[in-house]
């Protein structure tokens, strides 16, 4: 099965990615891998390999066309389940594969960009995910320690290894991407962008002006707003604003009605009509959700419907409160020091 590209650098990838960070962490607890292979895809038998059990929800994403596929070298054992799937099939270079580093969750360091790290963390991921390269490397998050220049000098280097074709980065600050590109091009950045965040469309970011004007393509996370473990401890779900969010809701699904479209259609129809530069890639659990989510890309909304939800998704901006915790914001968007 086919469906509509968009560019990473000089590759058509496919315009709906697939962000696997909740087949393995952070949405609910995570079972088995038998457990999650015949919940995800309602197989009673799963086939075993060399590596253990194969992951056959992968088998489903790949049969559906979706050939782009995020995770990160946080996102649980994510990283090792691709690699399983990698090897059982030999469809490595079918798949657009992006993976990140960075974030360590470690209380003195939260956040690690130091040069010998990312070669560290590169080589740590391409054994886990069983390959000899991978399509695009992120920087997870700005180092708030580290010169850009630094970290990214290193990426390089990852590349000129032939490690990694593309890089990228992600929350980081337009100024820092103008930094970064400046030492080596920036094929990705990667931002939380969605009908209910709009943060990057703010002129004091400037960040997607500055991704535009660099010919950067920005791959939207969360592009169907997010639930797990700490969304509940932010002003954004609080009782206050949850009726706010379910009218934005009721708005979408009464457009995705004229349509046959689900409400979370609506919304991804929405963010790729914001330009061919933009890719959303929302995760799933399910043949079902999956299913639905690439169905996006047969949506056209008319101009008046983009409109239309143009003026709830800022109605929402404005009223929904800080995305993350306090915590998790200090990490977000930033500058690195200046190289001396």
């Known amino acids: 099965m086919s469906h509509p590209t968009r560019k990473i650098g000089n590759d058509a990838v496919t315009a709906i990615g697939y962000g696997a960070m909740g087949i393995a962490a952070f949405y609910g607890s995570v079972e088995p891998d038998e457990e999650r292979i015949k919940v995800r895809a309602n197989i009673t038998s799963p086939v075993r390999s060399l590596t253990g059990i194969v992951p056959q929800f992968l088998d489903e994403l790949y049969a559906s066309g979706c050939t782009n596929w995020d995770t990160a070298n946080v996102y649980g054992d994510s990283e090792v389940l691709l690699g399983k799937w990698f090897k059982s099939t030999g469809k490595r270079n079918d798949i657009f594969l992006a993976t990140k580093f960075g974030i360590t969750r470690g209380a003195d360091r939260p956040v690690n960009g130091e040069p010998e790290y990312v070669k560290k963390c590169m080589d740590e991921s391409l054994s886990r995910l069983g390959v000899e390269f991978v399509d695009l490397y992120y920087l997870?998050?700005?180092?708030?320690?580290?010169?850009?220049?630094?970290?990214?000098?290193?990426?390089?280097?990852?590349?000129?290894?032939?490690?990694?074709?593309?890089?990228?980065?992600?929350?980081?600050?337009?100024?820092?991407?103008?930094?970064?590109?400046?030492?080596?091009?920036?094929?990705?950045?990667?931002?939380?962008?969605?009908?209910?965040?709009?943060?990057?469309?703010?002129?004091?970011?400037?960040?997607?002006?500055?991704?535009?004007?660099?010919?950067?393509?920005?791959?939207?996370?969360?592009?169907?707003?997010?639930?797990s473990f700490f969304v509940y401890t932010l002003h954004?779900?609080?009782?206050?604003?949850?009726?706010?969010?379910?009218?934005?809701?009721?708005?979408?699904?009464?457009?995705?009605?004229?349509?046959?479209?689900?409400?979370?259609?609506?919304?991804?129809?929405?963010?790729?009509a914001q330009g061919p530069d933009v890719v959303p890639i929302p995760g799933t659990k399910s043949k079902k959700y999956l299913d639905e989510n690439l169905g996006a890309l047969k949506l056209k909304l008319s101009d008046d419907e983009v409109a239309e939800v143009r003026k709830l998704a800022e109605a929402a901006d404005k009223t929904l409160g800080d995305r993350y915790n306090a915590a998790s914001m200090k990490m977000l968007l930033l500058d690195t020091p200046p190289l001396e």
Request: hydrophobic residues 45%; glycine residues 6%; contains cysteine.
């Open 140 to 227: 997870h998050r700005p180092d708030p320690n580290v010169p850009i220049e630094k970290t990214v000098g290193a990426m390089a280097e990852l590349v000129a290894a032939g490690k990694t074709r593309y890089i990228g980065l992600s929350e980081c600050s337009a100024t820092a991407i103008r930094r970064a590109h400046a030492v080596h091009p920036i094929a990705a950045i990667q931002v939380e962008y969605s009908v209910f965040t709009l943060d990057i469309e703010d002129p004091q970011i400037d960040v997607l002006r500055t991704a535009r004007e660099l010919g950067i393509t920005v791959i939207a996370y969360s592009p169907l707003g997010r639930e």
């Open 236 to 272: 954004r779900f609080s009782n206050e604003n949850f009726p706010k969010i379910l009218k934005v809701v009721d708005s979408l699904s009464s457009i995705g009605a004229k349509h046959n479209a689900t409400a979370g259609q609506v919304a991804l129809a929405w963010l790729l």
